[in-house]
């Protein structure tokens, strides 16, 4: 049991590592790919906003504070269906970043460290779903996946739009005002 719950605290590690790999590479990414991305007209682009490294590190601070505070609390109260749900939206999240790269034809940044977790990933999500969670049936599983699914979704969604906010407070911040 006790590699079971080691596994739990993996979640926050392996989404930090995935983030940063995006925080790293958004900028430079859409820098080298912008006639690439203008000649796909109507295509769905990734990663199509404008964010600084530092408004993408916002974004993502918060995710990590959420993924963390989930984690702690499930750990806690020994409930992981919640946790389940969030981690489950995670790999439905990397499987995206590889899908993304096929579509794209090129390198989308995520999709590495979507490759080198995957694996490692189903293997949390067999032993969570087959031995904590198996007193919860798959009606109550599937619930769970949905509703943290679109609970990710909006956060998502709010996130850009604050990275957004907070790209422009950084630019003006950065200006010398008396």
């Known amino acids: 049991m006790r590699t079971l719950f080691t596994m739990i605290w993996l979640f926050p590690i392996l989404f930090m590592l995935h983030d940063f ?8 990414w859409q820098e080298k790919n912008k006639q690439y991305i203008a000649s796909r ?5 990734p990663y199509n906003f404008k964010g600084s490294t530092a408004s993408i590190a916002f974004g993502v ?11 702690i609390i499930s750990y806690l109260s020994n409930s992981f269906i919640s946790w389940f749900g969030l981690f489950t939206a995670f790999v439905i999240h990397l499987i995206l970043h590889i ?14 460290t979507s490759v080198l977790f995957l694996p490692l990933c189903f293997f949390i999500e067999y032993k969570i779903k087959f031995n904590i969670l198996s007193n919860f049936n798959t009606h109550t599983q599937i619930i769970s996946v949905l509703v943290s699914t679109a609970f990710m979704l909006a956060i998502i969604y709010i996130l850009h739009k604050a ?3 907070f790209n422009l407070w950084l630019g003006k911040y950065k200006v010398n005002t008396p």
């Open 21 to 28: 790999e995006e925080i790293l590479m958004i900028n430079a």
């Open 163 to 165: 990275i957004e906010y």
């Open 61 to 71: 601070a918060i995710e990590f504070l959420i993924i963390s505070a989930l984690t």
């Open 41 to 45: 007209p109507g295509k769905f682009i």
């Open 99 to 112: 899908i993304m790269c096929i579509n794209f034809k090129r390198y989308v940044p995520g999709v590495l």
